[in-house]
């Protein structure tokens, strides 16, 4: 049997998640000029390989994530955790704000 308050605690955390990641697509969408319509834009795309975000880009969405979500980034995260696509960032995000990382 399930426990409710465990399953309560796991979908507010994908709930979490999600809100994250559609802030972050909508910003990114908007910032760089993505057509809704781009077939390759999706929430597991490297953002750096693929060319939405270079290392200009990279301080704006910086910024961006540290005052939307409140959170601060050290200077190693970008190397120490994946955070190449949304659904990386998204997690990364969630788990600085509940103090994991």
């Known amino acids: 049997m ?3 308050g ?3 605690k796991f979908i507010k955390h994908i709930m979490e ?3 994250i990641a559609t802030a972050l697509r909508g910003f990114i969408r908007e910032r760089y000029g993505v057509p809704e319509n ?3 834009f999706n929430d597991d795309v490297d953002l750096f390989n693929y060319g939405y975000v270079d290392s ?7 910024s961006f994530i540290e005052k939307q979500f409140a959170i601060k980034f050290k200077n190693s995260d970008w190397v120490a955790f994946p955070l190449s696509t949304i659904n990386q960032i998204s997690s990364f995000v969630s788990k600085r704000k509940k103090g994991e990382l």
């Open 6 to 8: 465990i399953l309560k």
């Open 2 to 4: 399930t426990n409710p």
């Open 38 to 40: 781009d077939p390759d």
């Open 56 to 62: 200009f880009g990279a301080v704006d969405l910086t």
């Open 17 to 19: 998640i999600h809100e």
